[in-house]
């Protein structure tokens, strides 16, 4: 079921995520909410917090970034489901543009290691291994810094990110105040 996506700053996307213990219908429940959240915006992945669920569940939308998905949602193949994922990264420092579904009209660039594994648990509690490479390793690194309390902004350097948070309020402000015409015209 479509979720509502938090935006910064609300304070449980800067909270670290427990791990998940239980395999059950909840947690179904719980990857469907998240791959129909970010199907219907349009991401590239998205984690529990960012639906305001304080869980280490992870799913992203493989098409173009793996050659193939060993950890595919039941619910939508085309997403993989990472749970509990212990993410290292190593290899060489690429900048990169990144954008989040809770930071929304704005984008900024973020360094990542151009390398990661990550061992995590599937939908049914089996320890998977993934090796990998770029552009994967950066979208892994960006999800799993979720489950941390952190977002992108947070690996700018300050410049750079009171240039994008600038962007972002302006933009909020903007929203905020075309609502509110828009109500009063309704009236």
Not at 19 to 42: G, H, P, Q, W, Y
Not at 96 to 104: G, H, N, Q, Y
Not at 159 to 180: A, D, P, Q, V
Request: one cysteine or more; proline letters at 4%.
């Amino acid at each position: 079921m479509l979720k509502k996506i938090l935006t910064w700053p609300a304070k449980s996307l800067k909270k670290d995520s427990i791990a998940v213990t239980k395999f059950d219908e909840d947690l179904k429940n719980s990857i469907i909410d998240l791959v129909d959240t970010c199907r219907v915006n349009f991401g590239v992945g998205i984690a529990a917090p960012q639906i305001g669920l304080n869980q280490k569940i992870v799913v992203i939308k493989t098409e173009g970034l793996v050659q193939e998905n060993i950890s595919p949602s039941s619910y939508n193949p085309d997403y993989m489901v990472l749970i509990n994922p212990i993410i290292e990264v190593s290899g060489e420092d690429i900048e990169w543009k990144e954008a989040c579904l809770s930071i929304p009209g704005v984008d900024g660039k973020v360094k990542r290691k151009d390398r990661c594994s990550v061992v995590f648990m599937d939908e049914n509690g089996e320890t998977k291994k993934l090796e990998a490479g770029w552009p994967f390793s950066g979208v892994l690194q960006h999800e799993t810094d979720h489950l941390n309390g952190f977002l992108y902004h947070m690996r700018m350097d300050k410049r750079k990110k009171t240039g994008l948070m600038w962007k972002f309020n302006r933009n909020k402000r903007k929203k905020y105040i075309e609502e509110r015409k828009r109500r009063r015209n309704v009236r």
